[in-house]
């Protein structure tokens, strides 16, 4: 189906068009093609269709989304999807002028996109699209069907259009951290001598699921057995765990880890979290508006290399979003380099900050918050157990 609109009347695009504007202006592009399904439902204001939230293949091919946005033009943004989505459209209409809700697999959908950009004169311009999420039978058609047209990156494009949260976005996240953590205090007290890493991990599913979060996965480790994988192994007394989880509240992830003891912890104990928290505690001192991203983490490095158990501990700082590892970058690792390390932080952004000891006769001890910038400091989401916590019971320690 296909609703048109003339350039005259004004479209109300659920991103800031200025900001897409600026970005693809200062990387040479014309057209976004956004396929990725967070992209493509971040350009549509936050959509996800239902009946592939959570696979893609169908039939001989798979779903792909694809949403057009041309360079300054919203009047000449369409939306591509399935078929069956005719029903979400009539719904809640997208806000999208053109759509086509025709395709089954990634060759359809890419020639409703050729078709579109013939249509508005956009087929020989710079088209900026996601390698990462573009299939390559559809990245052949669409190189076969722009003739003279070049294909460009447009990831960093993205991503810099996500980095800086609105409120509402940024309430998404504090709620999906909120509700991580009294999952997590939920399971922890529910907790007991006997139970397996796969019963924990099951029974976190569940408390995540019934607060309305999405699982994604948890990641578990008893006593000095660094393993986080579920598994049939059975808590012990006097073993320490570390509970890491990661659930989305409708799209935007929430990531926090939290220590437990099955019984007290002793004085060691309490001394490791507490360096641990040290580290926390130091980056979180200089995040705000404005500080370099590499200088937050200077700071934190700083503080650990001080700490007695310096050399079995690691901190990670990553941006958080639709993505749990985004904008800003501020880390050379496997998963990308640290672009970003030098840019200053915005208000708006959101990132995990982790710190890890893996101690050889104590275990795995662990900490990680979820950290909004403000333009004067920070906001914790989900800030609740992070002392230690005593399995099964419903106290926690500061």
């Known amino acids: 189906m296909t609703a048109?609109?003339?350039a005259s009347i004004r479209i109300d695009a659920p991103f800031d068009t200025a900001?897409?504007?600026?970005l693809m202006e200062e990387a040479g592009i014309d057209v976004l093609l956004a396929t990725s399904k967070h992209n493509a439902g971040y350009l549509?204001?936050?959509?996800r269709f239902f009946f592939f939230s959570t696979m893609d293949a169908i039939g001989?091919?798979?779903y792909l989304p694809i949403v057009i946005y041309v360079k300054g033009r919203p009047e000449e943004a369409a939306y591509i999807g399935n078929a069956m989505e005719g029903w979400e459209h009539a719904n809640r209409p997208f806000w999208t002028p053109t759509v086509h809700?025709?395709?089954?697999?990634?060759?359809?959908?890419?020639k409703l996109a050729i078709a579109h950009?013939?249509?508005?004169?956009?087929a020989g311009a710079r088209i900026g699209i996601e390698p990462g999420f573009l299939p390559a039978d559809a990245h052949a058609a669409l190189t076969e069907g722009t003739g003279s047209a070049g294909l460009a990156d447009a990831t960093g494009v993205l991503e810099w259009l996500r980095a800086i949260k609105t409120p509402a976005e940024l309430a998404k996240l504090r709620t999906a951290s909120e509700l991580i953590t009294e999952s997590m205090l939920a399971t922890i007290a529910w907790a007991?001598?006997?139970?397996?890493?796969?019963?924990?991990?099951e029974r976190m599913r569940r408390e995540e699921t019934n607060r309305g979060l999405e699982f994604d996965y948890c990641l578990l480790t008893f006593g000095v057995d660094k393993n986080r994988a579920p598994s049939g192994r059975a808590w012990k007394t006097g073993e320490i765990m570390s509970i890491d989880s990661g659930g989305n509240h409708d799209g935007y992830i929430g990531d926090l880890c939290r220590m437990t003891v099955l019984g007290e912890p002793d004085a060691e104990l309490q001394d490791l979290l507490a360096e641990v928290d040290g580290v926390q505690q130091a980056v979180f001192a200089e995040i705000r508006a404005g500080a370099i991203g590499g200088d937050v983490i200077a700071c934190g490095n700083e503080v650990l290399k001080s700490g007695p158990n310096s050399g079995v501990t690691d901190l990670v700082i990553h941006g958080m979003g639709l993505v749990s590892h985004e904008v800003p970058f501020l880390m050379n690792n496997r998963i990308y380099d640290g672009v970003d390390a030098e840019r200053p932080l915005k208000a708006g952004m959101v990132l995990s900050v982790e710190t890890t000891m893996a101690?050889?006769?104590?275990g795995y001890i662990k900490l990680e918050d979820t950290v909004a910038v403000t333009a004067d400091g920070y906001e914790l989401f989900g800030d609740r157990g992070r002392g230690w916590n005593r399995g099964g019971s419903s106290r926690v320690l500061a």
Do not use: N
Not at 44 to 47: A, F, I, R, S, V
Not at 359 to 362: E, I, V
């Open 4 to 6: 048109g609109s003339e």
């Open 19 to 22: 900001r897409a504007d600026r």
């Open 44 to 47: 549509l204001g936050g959509y």
């Open 60 to 62: 001989h091919s798979r």
């Open 101 to 110: 809700l025709s395709s089954w697999g990634t060759t359809d959908a890419a």
């Open 117 to 122: 950009l013939g249509k508005i004169g956009k």
């Open 192 to 201: 007991r001598e006997g139970s397996t890493k796969l019963e924990i991990v």
């Open 359 to 362: 101690h050889a006769r104590r």
